[in-house]
C-alpha cells in the first residue's frame, strides 16, 4: 500500500541553524500539507501546497519558514534559522484530487529538537 | 469550520464495541464529519468520514443524528492496537481543492485487556 514517508526521522539542530525536512508524498497525490505538533498539544496545521505554490498558511507558518517541491517527487520544509519553540514532530501529509474521498495521508514524523 | 466537542477519555474492553461520541452542534449543511486517530506519537490516519448518511468502512462505522448536530464513531470490536487519540474533524469539503485539518483534543481511548 503506497504511503508517505519522512526523512529523517529524529533531527537534532543547535539554535539558529537552518534545517531541512524531507517528505516524499503519494505518488498520485497533488495536495502536499505540514503539520507540526509539540510534544503533549494539538496537532497545528502549518501549510497546504498545490500546483507548486502555497495555498494555504497558518500565522505559524512565518518568514523563517518555507516549502519547496524541487522534483517530482519530494516535499521540503525548510526552516531558516531554528529556535527552541520550533522543537516539535512535523507531520508531511498529502490527498489526491479525487471527486470521492479527499482525505490526506500522514507520513511518520519527523521529530525536531532545538538545543 | 464548526467546532466540535469531545470527552477527553474513554476506555472499552477489549473485543467489546467501542463508541466515541462528538458534539458538532453548529454544522452547517456542507460541513462534512471526518475522523482521524493518532496512535502515540505516529502521524494521524483516516478512519471514516460521512455527510448525513451512516457510513460504514473496514475500519469502524459512522453514525450522524438526523440533525447532524452529534455523531459517533464505533469500533464494533475494539483490539488494543485500537488504544489512541480519537479527533472528530467537521470540515466544508470542496471537490478538487485543497484544505486543512483543523485538530482538536480528540478523545484518549484506552482499550483495556
Known amino acids: 500500500e503506497p504511503e508517505v514517508t519522512q526523512t529523517p526521522s529524529h533531527q537534532v539542530t543547535q539554535m539558529g541553524q537552518e534545517v531541512i525536512l524531507r517528505c516524499v508524498p503519494i505518488?498520485?497525490?497533488?495536495?502536499f500539507y505540514w503539520y507540526r505538533q509539540i510534544l503533549g498539544q494539538k496537532v497545528e496545521f502549518l501549510v497546504s501546497?498545490?500546483?507548486?505554490?502555497?495555498?494555504?498558511k497558518s500565522e505559524i507558518f512565518d518568514d523563517q519558514f518555507s516549502v519547496e517541491r524541487p522534483d517530482g517527487s519530494n516535499f521540503t520544509l525548510k526552516i531558516r534559522s531554528t529556535k527552541l519553540e520550533d522543537s516539535a514532530m512535523y507531520f508531511c501529509?498529502?490527498?489526491?484530487?479525487?471527486?470521492?474521498?479527499?482525505?490526506?495521508?500522514f507520513g511518520p514524523g519527523t521529530r525536531l529538537t532545538v538545543l | 469550520d464548526a467546532k466540535t466537542t469531545q470527552p477527553p477519555s474513554m476506555d472499552c474492553a477489549e473485543g467489546r464495541a467501542a463508541n466515541l461520541p462528538c458534539n458538532h452542534s453548529?454544522?452547517?449543511?456542507?460541513?462534512?464529519v471526518y475522523w482521524y486517530r493518532q496512535i502515540h506519537s505516529q502521524g494521524p490516519q483516516y478512519i471514516i468520514h460521512?455527510?448525513?448518511n451512516n457510513e460504514t468502512n473496514e475500519m469502524a462505522s459512522l453514525i450522524i443524528t438526523e440533525d447532524r448536530k452529534s455523531s459517533t464513531l464505533i469500533l464494533p470490536h475494539a483490539t488494543l492496537r485500537d488504544t489512541a487519540v480519537y479527533y472528530c474533524?467537521?470540515?466544508?469539503?470542496?471537490?478538487?481543492?485543497?484544505?486543512?485539518?483543523?485538530f482538536g483534543s480528540g478523545t484518549r481511548l484506552l482499550v483495556r485487556p
Open positions: 505518488s498520485n497525490h497533488l495536495y
Open positions: 460521512g455527510l448525513k
Open positions: 501529509a498529502s490527498s489526491i484530487r479525487t471527486s470521492g474521498n479527499n482525505e490526506q495521508f
Open positions: 453548529t454544522i452547517s449543511g456542507n460541513e462534512y
Open positions: 474533524i467537521v470540515r466544508v469539503f470542496w471537490m478538487d481543492s485543497s484544505y486543512k485539518l483543523i
Open positions: 501546497f498545490y500546483n507548486n505554490e502555497i495555498s494555504e
